[in-house]
Nanobody, 114 residues
């Protein structure tokens, strides 16, 4: 099993930045991939970004060039750096580990509003 704890959400103005963190309960070297998903009210949960154990990254078209996923293996933590935030980025953001079973974190709210 893998426990995931997200942090870093909050309220930010359009154009602002936030960094989300996801701490895993075991070494990420044993996890195939880590991802960030989001779910806005009335919408399905969607993939935002993913990073594999080998370091390959993948992004949703809507966030390319604005969001960056990275990881710190020593801290067993994955980050999502979000810049140029837009109101449509407002959602609950979830961390997921593929190991190979899937595990979800509890989610963290991101609200982009003036």
């Amino acid at each position: 099993q893998v426990q995931l704890v997200e942090s870093g959400g909050g309220l930010v103005q359009p154009g602002g930045s936030l960094r989300l963190s996801c701490a895993a309960s075991r070494t990420m070297l044993s996890i195939n991939a880590m991802g960030w998903y989001r779910q806005a009210p009335g919408n399905q949960r969607e993939l935002v970004a993913m990073i594999t154990r080998g370091g390959v990254t993948n992004y949703a078209d809507s966030v390319k060039g604005r969001f960056t996923i990275s990881r710190d293996n020593a801290k067993n933590t994955v980050y999502l750096q979000m810049t140029s935030l837009k109101p449509e980025d407002t959602a609950v953001y979830y961390c997921r580990a593929e190991s190979p079973l899937g595990y979800w974190g509890q989610g963290t709210q991101v609200t982009v509003s003036s």
